[in-house]
Structure formats: C-alpha cells, structure tokens
C-alpha cells in the first residue's frame, strides 16, 4: 500500500511520534491508522523500557494551585535532558499531574515508599472486618492480601487512574510519556498542600 504524506501527518498528529516512526508503523500495518497507534504504543512501552536505567537530571517544578487557592500541590517530573524538559508536551503533563495529585491526594509515589506501620494499620482493620464477618481463618488471609492491595493501588500515585483518563493509569502515562519523548522520564516527588489539614 502506498503510504501518503497526510497518512503520515495525521498519525503523528494523533500519537506525537516523530515521521519516520510513523511512516514505519504505517508501512508495517498496510496503512491501517488504528493497528499503527497501537504499533507506536508498543513501541513506547519498550523504548521505556530500554531506557528506565538512565539518569534523569534535568526536569521541572510545576504548580497547580486549586481555584480559591486553598488547595496547591508542587510536582518535581524530570527527564534526561533540557531540551525535553523544555517541550509543550512535557510541561503540560507535569501540570496534568499536579492537578491529579490535588484531585485524588496519594500518600506516597509507589508501593515502596508507604510507610509500613500505615500498611500495617490497614490490614490490622481488614482482618479484623473478616473475623467479625464469621469467615473461616483460611480465608480471611486472602480477603485480606486482596484488599491490601487495592488499598496500595488506590494511595500510590504510579498506579491511580489517571483523573483526565481512567481508562489508564499514571504510570501508563508515563510510560506513554517516555515513548513520545524517546527519553527516561520519572516523578521524583511530589508536595500537596491544603489550607487547614
């Protein structure tokens, strides 16, 4: 099949993949526009891959404040270089996640860094709930070890449902993130502030 310029430019508009990549994705998939998305966001996901290790020393501090400004929340995203940290792109998913932060308040960036006594509090409730059910003991430790883990899910930001997409997490925007910037991309740390707690 022959590939067209404006087959190449409305896919790069829909995925922000750069024209060889999608030319590529085009040409591999017969011109078929939804399987060459698909094809890029594979691609992505192993570009992220390939380069988790890598360091990431430039980046920016972005701010949301909520309306009213009694809710801020400061995000720290960094990248490998300044021209990345520079881009439209890159800029406005560092707002898009401070503004997540303020929406869904994680306590921590991933499962690692939850303090264990908030862990430990948590499934101290949930066995507790299990036994007051009258569920037999053998049980109770998989309803527990379930609900732990939707409780982590649910606090840790990596893997929140994105508030501008829940068909996808953070940490799959991220990973989109990397593929789109064909550099490493990370979190670093983040501060929610609110007026009053």
């Not at 087959?7 to 999608?22: F, H, P, Q, W």
């Not at 017969?30 to 992505?44: P, S, V, Y």
């Not at 303090?115 to 037999?136: M, W």
Request: glycine share 8%.
């Amino acid at each position: 099949m022959n590939i067209t310029s404006q087959m190449v430019k409305d896919l790069r508009d829909k995925t922000g993949a750069g024209m060889m990549d999608c030319k590529k994705a085009l040409s591999e998939n017969n011109g078929d526009m939804e399987k060459a998305i698909d094809f890029l966001r594979q691609k992505g996901l192993a570009v992220a891959a390939k380069r988790a290790g890598r360091a990431t020393s430039e980046g920016v501090v972005e701010t949301y404040i909520h309306a009213g400004g009694k809710l801020g929340v400061m995000v720290e995203l960094n990248c490998e270089t300044d021209f990345v940290a520079k881009t439209d792109g890159f800029r406005e998913f560092a707002r898009d996640v401070a503004m997540h932060i303020a929406a869904t308040n994680p306590v921590s960036l991933s499962r690692s860094d939850v303090p264990e006594e908030v862990v430990d509090r948590e499934r101290q409730i949930y066995i507790q709930q299990a036994l007051e059910s009258g569920k037999p003991e053998s049980i109770v430790e998989k309803m527990v070890a379930g609900k732990i883990d939707r409780f982590l899910s649910e606090i840790c930001l990596l893997e929140q449902k994105f508030v501008k997409n829940p068909e996808v997490s953070v940490q799959e925007m991220l990973t989109e993130l990397i593929g789109k910037m064909g550099e490493n991309v990370s979190i670093r740390r983040f501060s929610r502030f609110q007026v009053g707690v």
